[in-house]
């Protein structure tokens, strides 16, 4: 539990240091040039601390240097080109950090000897040829980042493990299989799931008889039939979910098989017997959301509904587990088989009544404007109402409509369990209302808490085009944006679900207002005790009352929005830039909401979404910047100089003037220097410059912003 939280002041006098492991500590801070003074250095592992800025550019020093590891910091900005010298690397992992820009020109030919690069779950960019020369290499994970390109060049040398998922690598997937120099034999881990590679899965299978764990889910391949493996002996995982699989599932004689994910398919017809038999033995398999058969007997009707989800039981009625819980008492069962055959029965008739009653009903949703006597009434099964409107939807069989979650697909959520956990979308649970739709609260099953965003705008998108967007949405995945948890399609609605954040939104944090609650005037007192959920430690009276916490959120809200605007291919504008989309999570991170939504919304968003750019998004951003610095509002606050009726005016008036120290919040004046504060107001002077071309990207934001940054 003693753990570090600095580096010790003498450690740079060690000079012939070779060994140097400070591993799972508490350091933070940037990584002193000091650093390059250890000429003799080995091995150097900081992994699991704090460290922020730039890798230092002095590491090309280290020329003895063969084991680098920087995983799980913070570590910003380009790998530098001084790496380039280190040339008796044998070990690179730079994992989990906010590395971004490409790799130096050269990487692939400066290290004739690594064995192990990992660059998972950074922003980098780059092609797969930038690979192509490490020779030596045999494991290789660049998951989570940005590289394109065709991942040919990936193949090459001795390569064991190759991970390249999530990614934007795209092109006919046949184009590997023409690499004769590379040695299938060889490939022990292969993952290139979530990219965009087409064509039919034709990878030279065959002779990768060692192949242990393969993964190529989520691309975009043709429609082909169930790819042949039984060669693969050794098999352990396949993922070959939402793959475009069509036909049988063959009976896969791959005896060593712990993890089988087939879901979200076309696959049809029987499962075989010999592979139902083996499924008990595995560790977690999914045949949802395919035209499939089985008899279920033998599997808990939890298990059925989980992994089987969609599938038809094909086991006679008196045998069927999903029907008749099995008993050892068979008068029990005979009982409880015919109750079950009257309640059916009983069931069916009263289906017929409620169709007839129900033929001259308009569409499965029904929306509409009720009169004032009307709202006062409103209730059942799906209802919302947020100022003047009311969205009054009928559903018809709650649980047969699925509730996707990308994290857990295995959970056989359905709509009746986003009725229950929002209470039937009740106001008690209404967090927020926003351009987008009204936001809720709830626990889904399995302990899930989240925020639920009923998307209210029609949508001219098919069911099938609105799911292929939340998915896309649901990849995007950064330290400063909330994660989409997972979605639901019922009906006419899109229903997106979000993680929940623990301490609220920007907005009602700065302005002392309680979680959902938009306005002054729409609480009291009573309201504030019982919903603010622990955030009175950092709103008015807590940390936001300093320099330091507000220039965190403005930081992590630009470089989300940096990496929405020049990290994702195509660039995503979010339109909706305010104090309220920006979140704090559980660590007090801030994180951008409701990115990426405007593309699932119809006509009524049209023009402004043609007339939207980056600079819209910038000049938003500004307005943002302004509240955290004044603390005002941007508009319906008083100002000292009465002819200014907005923030944006007010504050651009006193920089104009020299006197933008005159608009600091007073809560934070006396918290860090003056002039960071008062350039973080011309920083926001720029973003709402009157012509768009006059604002600065989001990445330049992010690096004036550091200049800034104050010293913890």
């Known amino acids: 539990n003693n753990k570090i939280t600095a580096l010790p002041s003498d450690i740079w006098s060690l000079g012939s240091l070779k060994w140097l492991n400070l591993s799972s500590n508490q350091i933070s801070g940037s990584l002193p040039n000091n650093v390059g003074n250890f000429g003799l250095l080995e091995v150097i592992d900081l992994s699991g601390n704090n460290f922020s800025g730039e890798i230092p550019a002095t590491i090309t020093s280290l020329l003895s240097l063969q084991v680098l590891n920087l995983a799980g910091n913070g570590f910003e900005w380009s790998i530098p080109r001084g790496i380039l010298n280190c040339k008796a690397l044998v070990s690179v992992d730079l994992s989990s950090n906010r590395l971004n820009g490409s790799l130096p020109d050269g990487f692939g030919a400066a290290f004739p000897k690594l064995k192990t690069l990992n660059l998972a779950r950074n922003e980098i960019?780059?092609?797969?040829?930038?690979f192509a020369e490490l020779m030596s290499l045999t494991s290789l994970n660049i998951s989570r980042n940005l590289f394109k390109g065709s991942v040919m060049g990936v193949f090459q040398g001795q390569l064991k493990e190759i991970d390249l998922s999530m990614n934007q690598f795209q092109g006919h997937i046949s184009k590997v299989q023409f690499n004769s120099t590379y040695k299938w034999s060889h490939?022990?881990?292969?993952?290139?799931?979530?990219?965009?590679?087409?064509?039919?899965?034709?990878?030279?299978?065959?002779?990768?008889?060692?192949?242990?764990?393969?993964?190529?889910?989520?691309?975009?391949?043709?429609?082909?039939?169930?790819p042949r493996i039984e060669m693969l002996l050794g098999l352990e995982y396949l993922n070959l979910s939402k793959t475009n699989l069509i036909g049988h599932i063959p009976s896969l004689a791959n005896k060593s098989l712990k993890v089988l994910d087939v879901s979200h398919n076309n696959l049809s017809g029987e499962i075989p017997v010999s592979l139902l038999e083996k499924l008990p033995l595995m560790e977690r398999y999914n045949f949802s959301y395919n035209n499939l058969t089985l008899c279920a007997l033998g599997f808990s009707p939890e298990t059925f509904k989980t992994a089987f989800y969609g599938s038809s039981n094909s086991c006679p009625i008196a045998a069927n587990p999903v029907l008749i819980e099995r008993s050892g008492n068979g008068h029990k069962g005979l009982k409880l088989a015919l109750a079950l055959t009257l309640s059916t029965v009983c069931l069916l008739a009263g289906l017929l009544i409620l169709a007839f009653g129900c033929r001259r009903k308009s569409r499965k949703w029904v929306v509409k404007q009720p009169s004032y006597k009307e709202e006062q009434h409103i209730s059942g099964p799906f209802s919302f109402q947020t100022d003047s409107t009311t969205w009054v939807a009928d559903v018809k069989q709650?649980?047969?409509?699925?509730?996707?979650?990308?994290?857990?697909?295995l959970l056989n959520i359905t709509f009746a369990d986003l009725l229950s956990a929002t209470s039937n979308f009740d106001r008690g649970t209404l967090l927020a209302e926003g351009k987008f739709g009204p936001v809720?609260?709830?626990?889904?099953?399995?302990?899930?808490?989240?925020?639920?965003?009923?998307?209210?705008?029609?949508?001219?998108?098919t069911d099938q085009e609105a799911a292929r967007e939340l998915e896309y949405l649901g990849r995007i995945k950064h330290p400063n944006l909330v994660p989409l948890t997972g979605y639901c399609l019922a009906g006419d609605q899109r229903i997106a679900i979000y993680d929940y954040m623990e301490n609220g939104n920007f907005q009602n944090l700065l302005h002392d207002l309680p979680l959902g609650v938009q306005a002054t005037e729409d609480w009291s007192n009573d309201t504030w005790v019982e919903d603010n959920n622990g955030i009175q430690n950092v709103g008015s009276e807590g940390l936001l009352t300093t320099w330091a916490f507000r220039h965190k959120i403005a930081l992590g809200t630009a470089r989300a929005l940096a990496f929405l605007h020049h990290g994702c291919s195509p660039p995503i504008i979010h339109r909706d830039v305010k104090a309220s989309s920006v979140y704090l999570d559980l660590n007090l991170e801030p994180r951008l909401s409701d990115f990426g939504l405007a593309k699932i919304f119809g006509t009524d968003l049209e023009d402004e979404i043609a007339r939207s750019s980056p600079k819209s998004d910038i000049y938003c951003f500004g307005v943002v910047l302004f509240e955290l610095i004044t603390g005002r509002k941007p508009i319906?606050?008083?100002?000292?100089?009465?002819?200014e009726t907005n923030l944006v005016s007010w504050v651009r008036g006193l920089v104009r003037k020299n006197q933008g120290s005159k608009a600091i919040d007073p809560k934070i004046c006396d918290t860090g220097p003056d002039y960071q504060m008062e350039e973080a107001l011309k920083i926001g002077y720029l973003c709402t410059a009157d012509i768009p071309s006059k604002r600065p990207s989001m990445q330049q934001i992010v690096g004036l912003l550091k200049d800034i940054e104050p010293r913890t």
């Open 125 to 130: 960019h780059g092609l797969d040829t930038d």
């Open 636 to 643: 319906g606050d008083d100002y000292p100089e009465e002819q």
């Open 187 to 226: 490939l022990v881990y292969l993952d290139l799931s979530e990219n965009q590679l087409s064509g039919e899965i034709s990878l030279n299978l065959s002779q990768a008889q060692n192949l242990r764990h393969l993964n190529l889910a989520y691309n975009r391949f043709a429609i082909q039939k169930f």
């Open 440 to 461: 809720y609260r709830g626990f889904l099953p399995g302990g899930i808490h989240v925020a639920v965003k009923v998307l209210v705008h029609g949508s001219t998108l």
């Open 398 to 409: 709650a649980t047969s409509v699925p509730v996707v979650i990308f994290e857990k697909p």
